[in-house]
Structure formats: structure tokens, C-alpha cells
């Protein structure tokens, strides 16, 4: 029987996939807007135009254009901490318990600020927003694809950097090239080298091969992994060695990963018994929230709150939380 929104808006939740710079609520852009001088529509139907992706994004690239938007009003400390602290206050209206915000260090820099310091100012926030509300949140540091090698892996060294908390994996995000998993061979041998947790972006728009590819460089979780609808002679490995697909319904039609509900893979890779999750990507980009990303779910597949609950469980197992924050949320799930 397919779940309520009322069952949905009470499950305890997980997400593992959700980038910063494009899940700040509307009010907080405004605040950021104001702090860095930056002139923004007046009406808020014409900011959303500027902060939200079309529905009929014509690809990846399009969808990522609100993107540029934003970016300048995230080069200071004080906005990165406010940013960070603005998504766990909108994660606890959607029941979520613990979360992964992701960014690209590289990307906050513009203003003068060092790695170190934008890291510190988000996992700041984080940790603020732990404190106010009722998640408990951690950081994943993504290196840009269409960055030099050598600047992906100074994103790599901030893992050494003991001064900073909250650090829970590293991710490669950005316009997905085919074989970029070997182009990436040396930062992704420094990531299993030094034992961080490794989430990467692949099969999103590239092919399957991507997929394959990043999990071969030790990835235990996947961004999107669409793609993986080509390849259904591998999911047996994919359950076999345990790795959690992170799937954003609105954001994967958005992108043109996928054109039709038919040749969504979502609920062949769930009945497969591979763990699929269940995630927002981009709260503000795309229009979204984690409660209507599951009641979309709900009604393109009419899932029981049982399955919704064993969802819930595979983003708990593949989450990269702490063992204590394992211990503080294992009854729930």
C-alpha cells in the first residue's frame, strides 16, 4: 500500500547526498545577497527563476547554472558557516537525523580565504546547527572535475589537517567525463592510501563503465549511478559488495540522466537488492525537499513504509558517520 505523506513526514531519515551551494533556503540567499553586496530580484517568484533549475533542463550543464549564481555570495566565513547552518535547520522540518552536506573547498576561495579556512567555516556551521536543531550532520569535500590533478589532491591533504572536525569523505563532483576515474588515478590512490571514506559522482549523465570504474578506485557509494540501468549483468556485484547508490529522483530527470519513469532504474536496483538511498542533490536548484523526494517515490512505485524503513537502513549502513554517532542513532534505524 503505498505511504501517506503523514507516515513520511514522521520516518527518521538519512541523507547522504546533498550539496551545499545549492540547498540554501530562499531567506538565507537574501541574507547572503545583503552581506556581500550583491543585488537580487525583488520579488521572490523572480529570485526563484535565478536559484532553481528549469524542469525541462536541456542537460547537466544547464541544470548547474544557478550555481554560478550563488558562488559569490559564498566567499566569506561568516556566509559558509551561515549556509551550512541554514541546511540542517531546513534537514529537521524533514525528520532527517543525520546528514552529509558536500562541497568543493576550491570553489570559496575567490575572496582571499585559504582551504583550511572555508572547511572550517562550514564544519562551524555544522556544528552550530548540531547543537540547534535536531540533526547531527558531518562534511564531504569534493574535488572538481574540471580541476587540475594537483588541485584536487590539495582538497585530498585537508584530511591531515587535525585542527578540523567533521570531515567524513571525499567525493569527485562536477561535469562527468567519460574514464574520469582513471584520469583521477593518483588522487583516488592517495584517498584509499590514507583510508577516507570515498563517495564519487558517476554514471549521473556519463556511462555505466564510470560506475564500474569508481567503484574499481574503491568508491563505496555512488552519485547517481544511473547508468547502471545498462549494465543489470553487474548488480549481483553491486549487492555482493555492499555499495549504497545514492539516487536524486527530481534532480536525475532534471539533468537528463534518465527521460522516462520506464528507464529509471530506481525500484529494478531496489527489488535486485542493491541499496538504493534516496536523496534531495539540490534542495534549492531543484525545488526540493528529502519528504517530497520519498512521497515522489512513494507514487511512482507505491513502496510500503517497510520498504521506505529498509531505505532508510541502507543510508544508515553506508553513511560515513562517526561511531558515535552510530551508537546515538542505531535504534532508529
Known amino acids: 500500500m503505498r505511504t501517506s505523506r503523514a507516515t513520511i513526514e514522521k520516518l527518521p531519515k538519512i541523507e547522504l547526498h546533498c550539496h551545499l551551494d545549492g540547498s540554501i533556503s530562499m531567506q538565507t540567499i537574501r541574507q547572503l545577497a545583503q552581506q556581500a553586496g550583491i543585488e537580487l530580484p525583488v520579488s521572490d517568484e523572480d529570485l526563484r527563476l535565478k536559484i532553481t533549475a528549469p524542469q525541462n533542463a536541456e542537460s547537466l550543464m544547464d541544470y548547474l547554472t544557478p550555481f554560478d549564481f550563488v558562488l559569490p555570495m559564498l566567499q566569506t566565513e561568516t556566509s559558509l558557516e551561515l549556509a551550512a547552518y541554514d541546511i540542517l535547520e531546513q534537514a529537521q522540518k524533514d525528520n532527517i537525523r543525520y546528514m552529509e552536506i558536500r562541497f568543493a573547498p576550491t570553489l570559496h576561495t575567490a575572496a582571499g580565504l585559504t582551504l583550511s579556512q572555508v572547511v572550517a567555516a562550514v564544519t562551524r556551521g555544522l556544528a552550530a546547527g548540531e547543537r540547534d536543531f535536531q540533526v547531527k550532520a558531518n562534511a564531504l569535500l569534493c574535488g572538481m572535475r574540471h580541476e587540475s590533478v594537483d588541485s584536487v589532491l590539495t582538497v585530498v591533504d585537508l584530511f591531515a589537517d587535525g585542527g578540523l572536525t567533521h570531515l567524513a569523505g571525499f567525493d569527485l563532483a562536477g561535469v ?139 543510508a544508515f549502513e553506508a553513511s560515513f558517520m562517526s561511531p558515535e554517532q552510530r551508537d546515538a542513532l542505531i535504534s532508529e534505524f
Open 176 to 314: 562527468e567525463v567519460d574514464g574520469f576515474p582513471e584520469h583521477f588515478a593518483s588522487v583516488l590512490e592517495k584517498v584509499k592510501l590514507n583510508q577516507i571514506p570515498l563517495t564519487l559522482h558517476a554514471g549521473e549523465c556519463g556511462c555505466a563503465q564510470n560506475v564500474l570504474g569508481a567503484i574499481k578506485a574503491g568508491a563505496s557509494r555512488i552519485g547517481h549511478g544511473v547508468a547502471l540501468k545498462d549494465v543489470p549483468g553487474n548488480w549481483e556485484a553491486l549487492v555482493a559488495d555492499k555499495i549504497a547508490i545514492e539516487m536524486a529522483p527530481t534532480s536525475n530527470f532534471q539533468t537528463k540522466a534518465v527521460d522516462t519513469l520506464a528507464n529509471y532504474p530506481f525500484k529494478k536496483l531496489l527489488d535486485a537488492g542493491v541499496r538504493v538511498t534516496i536523496n534531495t542533490d539540490n534542495r534549492t536548484v531543484s525545488g526540493t525537499t528529502l519528504n517530497d523526494e520519498y512521497e515522489k517515490i512513494a507514487g511512482w512505485y507505491d513502496l510500503s513504509e517497510a520498504e521506505f524503513r529498509q531505505i532508510g537502513r541502507h
